[in-house]
Structure formats: C-alpha cells, structure tokens
C-alpha cells in the first residue's frame, strides 16, 4: 500500500491523453496474450472458448471507452468562475473545479466474468482511469487467468514508463486478505462484485476504520419479472422462449440472471408456465464456474424447493455430473411467498421462482415485499402497463434499471446503461459498474480558489491546453 | 415518517417547473415574513441584523438558484441510447437513463447558520429541488425561528396545492429524536451540519440499519493556512490584517474559520505573530449563539491552551461577559504540534494556533500530520508556490478547496464551489453542501430500458416536452 501511495504521487500527475495510452497500451497485451489466455481461463473457469473470446473483447473495449473519455477531457467536470474584483459589497474570487482521483483502489476480481470484472475489468479500468493506482486481489478460482493479466498490465506500465506499482497483483484466499487490505489507511475506495455475505462485510470493515471510505459492492440480485395477465394470455409461447433461455444462459452464472418471476394464477399462467416446464426440462445442465458456486447452488436450491408450498415445477431432464448446474423452475403462491425471506435470497445458478398472486392486487403486494434489485422487469400489453403504472413505481423504486417486455440479462455498455441498484443489491445505488460512470466513483471534486495560472492543473488553466469542454461562468463552452 | 411516504409518492411526479414554482413560493413567504423573522432571529441567536438580512438573502437566492436549475432542466443528466433492432450478433435494446429521487430525507437544522444551513437552508432546498419530502428537525437553539419558517414552507405548499406532508417540521433536543429519525426504514438520506460527535453518530446509525443510506454530515474543520518565508517577509502586516478579521469574523463561527496557521519561525513570522496579536486584542468579544456554544469555546480554549508547549500570544484586550466570544491566537512548535493530536481538535469559536517550524521541511511534515479539512490556504509569493509544489500537493489531499493568497472564509455560491472534504471534515468527501451541485446528495441514477414513449418520464421521451439538454446517442443536444 505504501507502494500504491508512492505510485499515486506520480500517477496522479498524469494527463488524459498519457492515462488513455496506458489503457489502450493494456488493451493490446492482453490481446498480444492470444490463445494461451484463453485456454488457461477456459481451464480454470469452465467457460466455453466462445463466451472468453467474447468476454476479451468486451475487456479490451471497455479498456478503450475508457481511454476515449480521457482524451476527451469533460468527464472531469471543469468548471470556472472568474473573479470579479469590484464586486459589492466583496469581491468575488477567482473559483475553478474539478474532479480529481482518491488515491489507492483495492479491487476484488470476480468469478463469473474472469475477464470483464476480473483482473483488468470494469473496476480496475475505471479506476485506473480516474487516475487511481489499482491493488488487484485475484480470485482464486482463476489464478492463472489473472497472472497472466496482470503480467499484460505489467508489460504496459513498462512500455509508458510509468511507475510499477500503479498496478499491484495480490494472491490470497483467506478472508483476512480481504480485510487488511480494506482496513490499511492508504487504501482510499474499494470495488467488488460477488456475495452478499462477503461484499457487506467489506463494507462494514471500511466503516470501521478511523477515516471511512467508499465501498462499491455489487452483491447480487434476483432481477425480478412480473408478468401482467394481458401479456401471459397474448404471448404465453413467446416469453416462455425467452426466459427458458435468459434463465439458463450462462448456466445462470449472470448477476441479471432472472431469479423470480411473479404473475397472475389463471389458465393462461398455467399454460406459460407448462410451455417453459417443457422447455427447460429440454436444456441440457452445464458445468459451473468452479466447484464452491456449484455446491452453493445445489445447497441454496435445495433450501429453496424444501421451503413450504413451494413446488419443483421442472428441472432439467438430463442427468447432471458433478459440478453442473441443472436448469430448474419452481412456484409458489403469492401468500407463501410473501411470508418467507428465504424465498428473496439469491440462488445463483440457472434457477427461477415463479409466484403466482390470486389477483393483481396480491401480485403488487408481493412486489411490495422485494427489496432493492439491479433490474426489475415488466412484461405486459400497453394498455395494462398504462393502467398498472403504481407498479411501474413499486419497481422503479426497487431497481437500478427497469426493463419492459423483455429479459434482464445482457447489460449493454452504453451511456444510458446503469449497472447498481438499491441496497441490497449494491452498497450504493448511486453509482454503477457498468459503463464510463463507473468512473465517477473514484473521484471527489476539489475547487482552486485565486490560483495563478501556472500553478493551475492543466484542465482549469485559462488558456485550456487539453482542450476540453468546460463550464465558464455558467455557460458551456466547446473545448 | 410514512406521510413523507405518502408525499414522496404524489411530489416525485411532479415536473422541474412545478417543483421550481414549490421552491419561488417558499422564498417569498419567508420575505413575506418581514421583519419579525429577523427579530426573532435575532432574539435566539444574538446575531446581528444586519448578518441575519443578509443571510436571509442568501437562504432565498438559494431556493430561487435551485428553482433556475429545475427549470432549465439538464441536471437530471438525461441520456438517450436508441435501440438498433438489426444490431448482429445481438439487437441493441433502448436505454434511457435519468436521475430519480431517493425518498425522504431528514434534515438537521444548523445553529450557526439560523437561515442558510437550517430550516430552508440549503439542505432542505437541495433535497426538495431534487423530489424527496423533508423532515426538518429543528435546531434547539433558534424554535421559533425555525417554527416560523416551517410555517413560511406550510403556507408555500398550501399555495401550490401541493401534499401537506412535503415538508415536516419535528422539535427535540434529545440525541433520541435525531436516532429514530434516522433508522426509520422509509427516511432514506441525512443531511447534518454541527459537530463532528453529532455527524459521526448519525452516520454510525444508518450504518447500523438493515438498509444502509447515505449520510451527509458536514463536521467541521480547523482550516489550515501555510505562511511560506517569502510571504511573511513582504506582506506581515497585510496578512496580519486579513487573519485578524477572519478568525474574528463572526465570532469565528464558521466552519471556514481559520483555526490553524503555520509558518516557518524567523524574524518575519515574529513580526507577523505580533501583529496580528496586536490587532487581536484590539478587538472585542461578542456574543455566541447560545449558551452551548460559548461554554463549549471556553472548555476547548482551555483545554487547548493548556496542552504542553502551548503558549496564550494574545487575547482581546476588552473583558469578556458571560456568552461572549474572546478573540485568542496562541503559538506552538511544529514539534510539540506534531506529538499532540488534541491541537487538531477544532475550537470553534474566534481562536487560531500558529504553528511554528524550525524549517520548511518541519513544516510540511506537521502539515502531513493534519486530517481532512474542508479547506486549506497557502499564502507564499509566486516563486515560493510553484517551488513548494508537493506543499500543494499535500494539501489537495487534504482539502475540499484549495485558497492561495486569500482567507477561507466567506463561501461564494457558484459552480466551481465545493464545499466539502476528506473525512473527518465531512462523511462523504464526494458531494458538496452549498451550491447547485447539492442536489446530487439526494438522487440516484435509473435506466429505462425498451419503454414505450407514453410511460416514459417527460425528461426521456423522444418528444423531448420539457426542451431539456440530453446526450442522445453520445451526442449532446440542446433542449
């Protein structure tokens, strides 16, 4: 950490456009690490080779989104307000701000994207954009995987010349690792994706400190589906098409994954729920990222279907070996869900709940019950969303994004995306994971009050060297 | 807690020039309120009335600088990301993403700034520009000026036919009252401005809930000023007479005085000293805000002075009544001041320590001893400045604002204000209290994906009814 420290009174020093060469400098050694990473990670993580090469490529963009935003400069919100020395009855003072990094980022690579929000992910990219120095816990299920990243990173500190300690590479799969690295005083935010269990307590261990710091933890979701009684009768075939596959994609392995799905009990319920019974008892079960998520699924399945009233609807009909997810539907009434808190918690894997309300107004009042979610999805006709629009408000209150008439899975990397959500699906519903914002949660503003020109950083400077668009005394000017 | 419920669900919908028209009314009924406002203000808080006008002022150019953010519309950072159905290999769904109100929010009056900080002072603005109902507990030391606001407010949200419960007005001097208020489920965000003992608690509290919320304490700071060699020796006496007026400037009650200076002991330092002590005795105490904060200065004085190597330079030459505040500048070594952390306590009140070191390098050294701050000031001449760099350096880190050659005091409301800080300063260094950008404390960011235009809120529909400024397809467009 002292390390990091050192790193960051140089990092920090950095322009937008030295920052995005380092970004697009990792880019191309991961790419440069050609086949050798993807069969060491299709090895350790059981993902087929398809998925990985798409998982890359999906890195290595957001690397580059990134290194786009600094060299276009604005994202640091510059903003100057010119002193008015003859101002009565005071003066003005000359005012500029910008957002500037915290400091050392401890990032907690994740499982299910051994890539994307691993080693050189989105948390790793957004911090080290943000000018943040990056100490990587690696997960131990991909070890190899995330040595050989971070040796790509390595090659591209070297190739900018930049110090070797913006980038640290940390083993460990002892929780205390978690924790000191948390709880050092040089650590400024934190970033992880996975548990409950695990990102709530990094949570509170970073409140224990003498100075608190942000935690970004994204702890899961059950992205919930409510299916309006117009939509069931109109389309009964066409959503059981989509959700037997947005349910098992990835053998569930997806923080979208849709978890619990809620309508109302009448024939044409019954019938989507027959045609998807049908159609998951056809997809084969897969293997899982490694054997703790596996055995985590097979227990939390287990503890789900034994709960009262709820019903193994379907499961997949082909015989699992060890370490494969089985793709696998239940019900419940509405009354039973509403009770059981069991029934919130996330069984991550290619399983769903569907609850089933005696009448919409039961259905809301089970909503009611769901607490904070990264998605919540509406499948129904206009006119019954138009006239159910208190729900659209029950779930816009409840999730991070809100989806209708379609399926959770597949986070889009684009402006408009957020990947967050109410507690507790991330610690802070404020920012997201997903996209060039992500940015935003290793920054805090800090305003230059009657600095001379030289002493300026070079985004607040009148003469504007980057050439960056900035807000001058309330209006907007182009860089 | 759940009127506020009720009120967030009715006061959400409302549109930025509704919530605008809300917030012009609550200025006017406060002006409305003439002069028994400001002599029962007067009354409670035994600040002058020409300072308590000119709060007033401040208090409805904020609400009135709010309802001009709402109206021109673009803060609630609309983005705009069409779908591209025939997108290979997979469709690109719409996304459309905004800023969303978080819920209710309780707000804890501040007693130094009676108008601007407490009953519709910045916080309450902020968050009923942003959409969320306030509960307002009011500062035990000014009730009736703060009834008599809340009733400015009842009569504003009586004007515009708006929910009664939009804004709730709660007495109780106990630490219980504020507790409940803040681990009551439905209140979902805390502003506070007062002590870091109080600020520190309530952020405890909501960590403590089942659903963590966020928690903007702003805790005070003792506001560090570096007087460089350079400086002392051209410009003592003008120094000495800016800091005699800042540390004194209402009776050194706010959060921007400058508790602490530091300077390299020499001939100019010595003669700066006895200036500004000169000119500190020559100025007489006055009156504190209540009998809490007076005893509070004197227990803190004393205890301060009496720490080893503190030595009383000077004190206001006029006997003090009972409630007055005595002007006092003490002096320790950078050494002494290094080994004691009771001298980074904050004596809030008209009182300043001068840190003096043997050297630059002791200087900077007892500067990386301090904690965060809300700001820090550097008074040096050019060549000084850009030669100390790295002082800047460390005091960026420590600092929400960064002044050189000026005083901390005095706020100036404008874009490029921050006013915030490292912890303990604040609890979160990333927000501001005063100023637009207030209103980010109190919202959330939420997607809307595949919506049709008629369910979308006005902000995203393609109609654009609102003429707002948005990033369409990574483009921006004006309204």
Chains 1, 2 share one sequence.
């Not at 053998?251 to 009448?266: A, I, R, S, Y």
């Not at 490694?290 to 227990?299: A, C, R």
Request: hydrophobic share 40%; with cysteine; glycine share 8%.
């Amino acid at each position: 950490m002292a390390n990091a420290r050192d790193a960051f009174n140089q990092y920090r020093q950095l322009d937008g456009k030295a920052k995005a060469n380092f970004l697009e400098s990792i880019a191309k050694e991961i790419e440069a690490l050609g086949q050798e990473l993807i069969h060491t990670a299709m090895q350790e993580t059981n993902l087929p080779e398809a998925r990985l090469m798409g998982e890359r490529g999906r890195t290595c963009n957001q690397l580059r989104q990134f290194a786009d935003l600094l060299k276009e400069g604005s994202w640091v919100e510059a903003r100057i307000d010119t002193a008015i020395p003859d101002r009565a009855p005071i003066p003005k003072p000359d005012l500029r701000k910008m957002l500037v990094p915290l400091g050392p980022v401890v990032v907690f690579g994740a499982s299910n994207f051994p890539f994307a929000y691993s080693t050189a992910g989105g948390d790793t990219a957004s911090a080290l954009a943000a000018g943040c120095p990056v100490i990587l816990k690696a997960h131990p299920a991909h070890p190899q995987t995330s040595n050989l990243v971070a040796g790509a990173i390595a090659l591209a500190i070297k190739s900018c010349n930049l110090h070797p300690h913006i980038f640290q590479h940390v083993h460990g799969a002892t929780f205390e690792t978690g924790k000191a690295l948390v709880q050092h005083p040089e650590t400024k935010a934190v970033g992880f994706t996975g548990s409950f269990v695990g990102g709530k307590a990094l949570y509170d261990y970073a409140h224990q400190r003498q100075e608190p710091i942000p935690v970004f933890s994204e702890m899961g979701s059950i992205n919930p589906v409510i299916i309006l009684p117009g939509a069931a009768k109109a389309k009964a075939e066409q959503i059981a098409e989509q959700y037997a596959a947005s349910i098992t994609l990835g053998v569930g392995q997806f923080c979208t994954n849709p978890g619990l799905m809620l309508g109302v009990k009448n024939s044409d319920l019954n019938a989507l729920t027959a045609s998807l019974s049908e159609r998951m008892q056809k997809i084969a079960p897969g293997t899982m990222l490694h054997t703790g998520i596996s055995k985590s699924f097979y227990s939390k399945r287990t503890h789900a279907l034994k709960q009262q009233a709820v019903k193994l609807e379907a499961q997949s009909a082909t015989d699992e070996p060890a370490n494969m997810g089985v793709p696998t539907l239940a019900t419940v009434s509405a009354k039973d869900f509403e009770k059981n808190p069991v029934l919130l918690e996330e069984v991550f894997g290619p399983y769903s709940l569907l609850v089933q309300a005696d009448n919409i107004e039961e259905l809301k009042k089970a909503v009611a019950a769901i607490p904070g979610q990264l998605t919540c999805t509406v499948i129904g006709d206009e006119s019954e969303l138009a006239q159910h629009y208190d729900l659209l408000q029950l779930i816009m209150d409840r999730a991070g994004r809100v989806i209708i008439n379609g399926v959770p899975t597949g986070v889009e990397v684009c402006p408009a995306m957020h990947h967050g959500g109410p507690y507790p699906s991330t610690t802070d519903s404020r920012f997201t994971s997903v996209g060039t914002d992500a940015i935003k949660r290793f920054v805090r503003p800090v305003s230059f009050q009657n600095f001379p020109e030289e002493l300026l950083p070079n985004e607040l400077k009148n003469s504007n060297p980057l050439k960056i668009g900035r807000l001058v005394n309330g209006k907007w000017e182009q860089g």
